[in-house]
């Protein structure tokens, strides 16, 4: 691996000098584009050889170096593709400069027309945000974008993908409402579709926690509303376990609402995501005022 790294040091300053070459006054004269694309050739050379030697931000910064002179000489669909490679590395060692080069990507794409290339990497960066500089706002934002690129593309399935994280990490934040409208309409959409119709109980189930975060009566409207949207949701163990909790809440049952639950999870295991939703609906019952 020395061996690679030493072969990518020497092509980095190989490269450097067509650059100065190609830049002065007869380099543009004689040459200087042949001299670039040669120049850019070596620092791709590099940054792969410097992969291969796992030094990812000396293999990052070959990507950039090629980006940079592809976009000179016009390739832009080259550049971004650069753009993208240096990402890669860069999530290895530094994840906000990964980000910066998947911008860098995104743009190009986006004013070649390359919408669904550019919401690919929108998640890219939205999992970057979530898993290693964990900022749950930011990630939210760039899921919203890929959605709604995926979305003008037709790629509705990778769309409500997208939705899904933003509604969960949406509840999770108390914008209820927000998550209740974005399970609603990933449970229509899928309702349409022979495929994705067995994922929308789920969807609906979802909606209905975060409505009974909100009050308890509209918990109670929208299971109604839901039975009503989909009939296989009715007879369903998530349907028949909405109205025993709606039924303990009206109670300030805690016991009863804790009992419920814990049924429901033998069975079907819950996530943290509903655990935590749970939680909170079990001690808004604790803290209401004892009517009786």
């Not at 998640?123 to 939210?140: G, M, N, Q, R």
């Not at 979305?151 to 769309?159: D, I, Q």
């Not at 309409?185 to 979802?206: Q, T």
């Not at 109670?220 to 296989?232: A, F, R, T």
Request: glycine letters at 4%; a negative charge.
């Amino acid at each position: 691996m020395a061996d690679s790294e030493q072969k990518a040091t020497q092509l980095i300053s190989d490269a450097e000098k067509k650059v100065n070459s190609a830049q002065g006054f007869f380099g543009q004269l004689f040459g200087g584009s042949s001299k670039l694309e040669e120049a850019c050739e070596m620092y791709t050379r590099a940054a792969n050889l410097f992969k291969m030697a796992k030094k990812w931000t000396a293999a990052g910064n070959a990507f950039c170096e090629a980006s940079s002179l592809h976009l000179k000489l016009g390739s832009r669909h080259d550049a971004a593709t650069c753009y993208v490679d240096a990402g890669n590395c860069y999530k290895k060692t530094d994840p906000q400069e990964a980000v910066n080069c998947l911008l860098k990507a995104i743009e190009i794409y986006t004013d070649m027309g390359r919408f669904a290339i550019a919401a690919k990497h929108h998640v890219t960066i939205a999992e970057i945000y979530e898993t290693e500089i964990v900022d749950v706002e930011k990630a939210i934002s760039h899921f919203e974008q890929a959605a709604d690129y995926f979305k003008g593309e037709e790629s509705n399935s990778s769309a409500n993908k997208c939705l899904l994280n933003v509604a969960k990490y949406a509840a999770q934040m108390e914008q209820y409402q927000k998550a209740i409208e974005i399970y609603e309409e990933v449970a229509a959409s899928s309702l349409e579709s022979p495929l994705l119709k067995f994922g929308a109980k789920e969807y609906l189930f979802r909606a209905a926690l975060c409505h009974m975060c909100i009050d308890v009566l509209n918990a109670q409207h929208s299971v109604n509303k839901y039975e009503e949207m989909n009939p296989s949701f009715v007879d369903s163990r998530e349907c028949k376990l909405l109205k025993v909790l709606i039924e303990k809440l009206e109670e300030q049952d805690v016991d009863g609402f804790t009992d419920a639950v814990k049924e429901y999870d033998s069975i079907s295991r819950l996530d943290q995501w509903y655990t935590s939703l749970l939680l909170k609906i079990k001690k808004n019952i604790q803290a209401a005022p004892d009517l009786c």
